[in-house]
């Protein structure tokens, strides 16, 4: 079900008090990853640190699975649209690649500390940020919170057949590889009475890397 919550303020999908995290996969076309070697360029003010984030594209190249996850997503749109009564929700925008549907999620690296005063700020997992480049740039009115922590891992199929998941370094993904996209479904009030629903990543799985 969709629930309102006010820190921070959004329309979340809830199965009890959890989350309810998806997952599709596709091929790897976009990203913007961590780690950063030094201070990007024009991190001068605090709506630009806002800004910062970990972003993902994939796409399914045409293939009937990926349409598949296509659907099901408008299904979720749906859901929202009934659910925010005299509210507009945007419609998703997703900038096709090469022709082909995509989905794009992201997650920033920090939220305002007013907007989640009840959330503690989180190290960083390893290899997001090993130079500390984030940890020097973060102003003390945000945090790194629940909401800005996203996993990377890789797959591999263990010596029983199944398949077992390892933390990695997000450095390693490249465009081209099969991936796992994990991501929650966030409606997030914006001007106008309207709304508009963040695919917000929450992990990124490494299926395979060699058709790349």
């Not at 907007?115 to 945000?142: A, C, T």
């Not at 997000?170 to 590889?177: K, L």
């Amino acid at each position: 079900k969709l629930v309102e919550f006010k820190y921070p303020p959004s329309t979340r999908m809830m199965d009890g008090e959890t989350e309810v995290v998806l997952k599709m996969r596709g091929v790897l076309c976009g990203k913007l990853l961590p780690p950063f070697n030094e201070i990007p360029a024009g991190m001068n003010t605090l709506s630009r640190i806002r800004s910062l984030r970990q972003h993902v594209k994939i796409t399914g190249l045409g293939s009937d699975e990926f349409e598949g996850y296509q659907t099901k997503l408008q299904d979720v749109h749906e859901r929202f649209v009934e659910h925010a009564a005299d509210r507009t929700v945007q419609p998703f925008d997703f900038i096709p690649y090469e022709g082909h549907p995509t989905l794009d999620s992201h997650s920033r690296y920090f939220t305002d500390r007013n907007m989640v005063p009840y959330e503690k700020n989180l190290p960083f997992l390893p290899g997001v940020d090993p130079r500390r480049v984030l940890r020097k740039l973060q102003p003390e009115e945000f945090i790194h919170g629940p909401d800005n922590v996203v996993e990377y891992c890789v797959r591999a199929i263990g010596s029983k057949g199944l398949p077992c998941y390892t933390p990695c370094d997000p450095s390693m993904f490249r465009v081209g590889d099969i991936v796992e996209v994990a991501f929650s479904c966030v409606g997030i009030p914006i001007k106008g009475q309207c709304m508009r629903v963040l695919l917000q990543l929450r992990g990124l799985t490494l299926i395979d890397n060699t058709i790349r």
